[in-house]
């Protein structure tokens, strides 16, 4: 009997919601709503597994994956408003600043990247120090 060598994707609960995103195990994730039992819709903007996803607001989310973009999304029909582009590989951390106009983000190219929601474009990159450990 052959052992996994990574772990089964479990789906993740998003925040103080009754929906849920599946895992990519094929080529997007997909929204459901648990409390109507109803499929809502997919993330099919990425080109790769979604590492990370942050709200703000109701009304967006935000998700970042291996294929080193970040993507907002409108929750009302979750289409993508805006694909944001920077980071060299994974982005492994996303963040979003409590009046939801800019967000940052760590990718697996050492980056720390800051992001203006306003505008859906880059504000500024920094590369991390040698001696920082980034984890993904």
Known sequence: ?????RPVPCL???RRSHKVLSPPLF???RIYDLKKRKDLGSL???NGAITALQFYSRTHLLS???DGTICIWRTRDWECMATMKGHKGRVNGLCVHPTGKIA???GKDKALRLW???TGRKASANKLGEGISLTG
């Open 104 to 106: 940052v983000s760590v």
């Open 64 to 66: 970042a994956s291996e």
């Open 27 to 29: 080529s997007n994730s």
């Open 116 to 118: 203006n929601l306003m």
């Open 44 to 46: 099919v903007q990425h």
């Open 12 to 14: 993740r609960r998003l």
């Open 1 to 5: 009997m052959s052992r996994c060598q």
